[in-house]
Each structure stands twice: as C-alpha cells, then as structure tokens.
C-alpha cells in the first residue's frame, strides 16, 4: 500500500494545479472483506493526497444527482477482475492535470488490489463508455470540457 501513496502523491501536484480537486465517485459492489479493505485503503490513500474529493455508493444508481458531477468515476462489480473507470472522454482528450489523475487511479486501483482487478477506461471497452453516457445522463459525471 506504500507504493500506492507514492503513486498518488506524485499526480497531487499536478491535479490540483491545473483542474483542483478532482471529483470521484467510487461504485462499491464488491461482496468480500478482503476487497472492501483493498478498496477502503484505496481511498484513505485518495483522501489523503488532497487530490481527490472522495463519495462512494453501494450499488449502481438509478436516481438522477443534483449534486455537482464527478470528474471520474469508479466501478468495481460483484465479481470479476475488471475495475472500469469512467471519464467525460477518452483520456488523451481529457485535460492534462485530470489524464494525471486518471492514471494515477488506474495504477492506485492495480497497486492496491494486486492486479487481480485490471481498470478498463473508454479507451479499452465499450461498456465503459455505456457506464460513462449513463452516469453522465443521471448528472453523475461531468459533461465533455467540464
């Protein structure tokens, strides 16, 4: 887990200095201990960067959000060995300060679960890009520049 406060320690910086905060929503549907702790230590460090404002839900939401999006949002499913990351668009054309935080997540979420949980964006799978167009229609995720 110390790797992943290096990871994540290193893209605070740069976040913050060209996007501020960066918004995540992490989509928790994950059953077991050993991945609720994983993630749980995920997050702390997440917090703990000052990088990232951190908001989790237990299931897939189906309300729309009055709240302000997220920038990026993470979802671990039931099982399986994908993670998949949404984004307002396919990193290379997100901002520079948030492709930053991206990857930093994406290596956060490999350092913390092992590799037994790969980040799948929109750059690497189509559900991600449904998931994204649906958080986004719900007000979850920012749109395109925002």
């Known amino acids: 887990m110390r790797t992943v406060a290096v990871i994540l320690l290193a893209v605070a910086g740069l976040a913050l200095s060209s996007i501020g905060e960066v918004r995540l929503l992490i989509v928790d549907e994950t059953e077991t201990i050993e991945e609720s702790i994983r993630l749980e230590a995920l997050a702390r460090g997440l917090w703990a960067s000052e990088a990232f404002s951190v908001r989790t839900l237990l299931k897939w939401p189906e309300e729309p959000w009055d709240g302000e999006p997220f920038h ?39 350092q913390a679960f ?11 799978s189509l559900k991600a890009w449904t998931m994204a167009i649906a958080l986004h229609r719900l007000g979850y995720l920012i749109g395109v520049g925002g």
């Open 72 to 110: 990026l949002i993470l979802v671990l499913p039931t099982e399986g060995g994908e993670a998949w990351l949404c984004s307002p668009g396919p990193v290379s054309a997100l901002p520079e300060g948030l492709q930053l935080a991206y990857q930093g997540l994406a290596d956060g979420v490999d």
């Open 114 to 124: 092992e590799g037994k949980r790969t980040v799948r964006g929109l750059g690497e």
